[in-house]
């Protein structure tokens, strides 16, 4: 099973091409470039890893090989980018296709990283406005169990959150100063949190020899909340 896997959701973003035999990596750069330099990441990371040459190294992947992408939670933009790039090469290819958490993907990081395997996990992400977007994963014999995420203010979540707990995500980044605060906190080191493409290949390829795959026509990237724009429409017959 070969797998292109596709994180645009924050920061730098990724790429990457995972066979049986190894593992091709490239970041994307800032959110703001993905749209325009995706494609020549994703033909590059799949070349490296003898697909073949040139744009051929996409149009190679078949039914028994898999796109992988973060769905969200992340940015508007760099989730539409994602997201959409890796359903067109679902149907062009034929591969199937699998959405992946950034929750699930940061927990298998931490585990990987940090050596957090037996402790649950709380990730979070900066929604802006002074609140965070966070869910906790709990650990089983198969992965991760993911609680339903919730959108909290900052101050409230920080509060909430019991001393040793594990904790990680792009929030932490974004926040430095509030979470300096709670030196009580079991906090990840910078390289966990963020998602990686790597990451998600992984839990793509257990779910796609699960049968558990996407289907292209419903995928929806997972944002964090309404644009600004959205909160501010009016309802209808108001």
């Keep these: 099973m070969r797998i292109l896997a596709i994180d645009t959701s924050f920061g730098a973003g990724s790429v990457a091409a995972v066979d049986a035999d190894g593992v091709a990596e490239r970041p994307l750069g800032p959110v ?25 190294s996409l149009g190679d992947l078949g039914q ?13 933009t760099g989730l539409r ?35 957090w395997h037996d402790d649950p996990i709380t990730i979070a992400y900066d929604a802006g406005r002074g609140d965070v977007f966070t869910a906790i994963a709990t650990p089983t014999t198969s992965g991760w169990t993911i609680a339903p995420p919730a959108l909290v203010p900052l101050d409230a979540w920080l509060d909430s959150l019991p001393a040793g707990s594990c904790v990680t995500g792009p929030a932490i980044d974004a926040l430095a100063e509030r979470f300096a ?10 390289e966990v949190w963020q998602p990686l493409a790597a990451d998600a290949a992984a839990i793509a390829r257990a779910r796609a020899e699960a049968g558990d795959t996407d289907d292209p026509h419903t995928l929806l990237p997972d944002y964090m909340r309404p644009s600004y724009a959205e909160e501010r429409k009016p309802l209808p017959g108001g």
């Excluded at 703001?32 to 051929?56: F, K, N």
């Excluded at 034929?94 to 699930?104: H, M």
Aim: proline share 5%.
């Design 32 to 56: 703001g470039s993905h749209a325009r330099v995706l494609t020549a990441a994703l033909v590059e990371v799949a070349a490296e890893r003898g697909w073949g040459e040139g744009p051929r």
């Design 181 to 190: 605060t709670r030196t009580d906190l079991a906090v990840a080191p910078p």
């Design 64 to 76: 028994g090989d898999v796109i992988a992408v973060v769905r969200g939670p992340g940015s508007f």
């Design 81 to 115: 980018v994602g997201v959409a790039a890796a359903k067109a090469l679902a149907w062009t290819t034929a591969a199937r296709l699998v959405g992946v958490s950034g929750f699930d993907a940061l927990a298998r990081r931490a585990a990987r990283l940090a050596g």
